[in-house]
């Protein structure tokens, strides 16, 4: 499954890699460091700077992988399913999110993983529920993702405005990405998503951290 999102979002974003996620995979909690062993979230990204690179590893919990097993999301997304399908999205989006650059020898801070893990959720869930119904336009999403969502201070090691900049500025940019989801559907309803709408989103992901809030500030 977390292979299966890795291509959807590889495949909207038209992103080569030659890193699989799966493979970089840790699920038990026990096999954590000290401090993100204590932390109680069901997904890290851990980086290891070392002198020839860095080591990375994504953690999802086993139980939260068990759950998404029992009740696929790329078969039919729900309200029961969805939360623990963000949080495996959100994992996968940090991954591709920081191999990709690093192909680039390019540097990404905790800002730029949060706003594009907020943005790809949302563009993911859109996606596959356009795909298991290609009659409805979820109105909701926006709404379930950044206005009822809420950070947890306990979870969030001191980083809750940092997490809240991230869920600012990519609501801005969702909104006025569903008007435009919205509207290619109302005359498209066969089209998962409108090239215009994927060209966008592209260009968007290759922006540094700077542009991305510059360009989100000016246009959202």
Known sequence: MLQQFQDLLAG???LPTDYRVDEFLVTERRHLPGSAC???TDEQLLVLEQSDGAAVSLFLDAGLLERLACANPLETLHAGNLADCWTALEGVSHFLYLAWNAGFDR???LLELELQAEIDKYVASWWLLR???PERCPAELHYLLFERTRVDARLAAGRVELYNAANHYAARFCRRLERQLTAHAARLPLRLMHAETL????RFYRLSRERKVSHIRRYS
Do not use: K
């Open 12 to 14: 909207i974003y038209d």
């Open 38 to 40: 204590e932390s109680g």
């Open 107 to 109: 540097g990404v801070t």
């Open 131 to 133: 795909a298991q119904n």
């Open 199 to 202: 060209t966008e989103l592209r």
